[in-house]
């Protein structure tokens, strides 16, 4: 049997973990990470798969274009911080049924863990996100980013008036996330309602910010993904800072300078957001 954990995608998986706590977002057991796993990573991992899978839960959601996909997933409960330390306590994989609908154990969540309570939003999410990029994607990342949490508290609560900041922040956003980020406001968490308001979200952004409560990220590779939170969350940063100086923001990057970016850079920039 192969030891799982040296496979490429469960050791991303466990990297990413640990890269996010020693950024310090993720804070006792808060945020949670899925994976959608391709046929390799399945194929690779099999022979460590349970030979009794676990019972299959219904999720309240039905997303037809992830029947029979696995995901990994952190446990509900469990600590980022403890992921590299016994993997297959805090984190595990999930197999979904020919429905679409619910999801049962095949490795890992040892002690009668189950996954993450927001695995039905990041299932809607990857469903959305995977269906508008073809298939690209098949990351989702929810961190409690310090400072994208902070400017929640004093920006509109709009997508165009958290994107501008940003963008204006530091000169790789525009590039990073052309489109914008989207703004989500303060739900309970795990329930349908955040579930739905993030997959609207997530129709057109790469990246959502939940209001009091952090950033939600996709992407297609485990780097690209914790790139772009760790973009969003460095320009949150630049920001804050900024204001906490006490001078107000005397210049910044204009329009016509990220307009200039976008187009050195090849990218297109949601023209919503610019004068």
């Not at 009794?52 to 839960?57: I, Q, S, T």
């Amino acid at each position: 049997m192969v030891d799982i954990t040296e496979q490429p995608a469960v050791a991303g998986f466990i990297r990413m973990c640990e890269d996010g706590w020693l950024q310090g977002w993720h804070e006792r057991n808060g945020g949670n990470l899925t994976y959608r796993m391709t046929e390799e990573d399945v194929a690779a991992s099999r022979s460590a798969f349970t030979s009794e899978p676990g019972a299959w839960h219904e999720m309240g959601v039905t997303c037809e274009n992830l029947v029979g996909e696995y995901f990994i997933t952190t446990g509900s409960g469990k600590f980022f911080r403890n992921v590299a330390l016994a993997p297959e306590k805090n984190i595990g994989i999930v197999e979904i049924n020919d429905a679409g609908s619910a999801w049962r154990i095949v490795w890992g969540l040892a002690g009668g863990a189950v996954p993450t309570s927001e695995f039905p939003t990041h299932f809607m999410n990857h469903s959305v996100r995977k269906r508008v990029t073809s298939g690209a994607n098949r990351v989702i990342y929810h961190c409690h980013a310090t400072n994208v949490i902070a400017l929640t508290y004093v920006l509109p609560l709009t997508d165009r008036d958290f994107t501008r900041p940003l963008w204006q922040s530091a000169t790789e956003c525009p590039v990073v996330f052309p489109e914008g980020v989207g703004v989500v406001p303060w739900m309970v968490p795990g329930g349908v309602d955040i579930a739905h308001a993030t997959s609207e979200k997530m129709e057109t952004y790469q990246a959502a910010v939940w209001a009091q409560h952090g950033l939600f990220a996709s992407g297609p590779d485990f780097d690209t993904t914790f790139g772009l939170a760790h973009t969003i969350e460095k320009s949150a940063e630049i920001y804050v800072k900024a204001l906490s100086c006490g001078q107000g923001v005397r210049q910044t990057i204009g329009d016509d300078d990220l307009r200039a970016i976008a187009r050195d850079f090849g990218v297109t920039l949601n023209e919503a957001f610019l004068g």
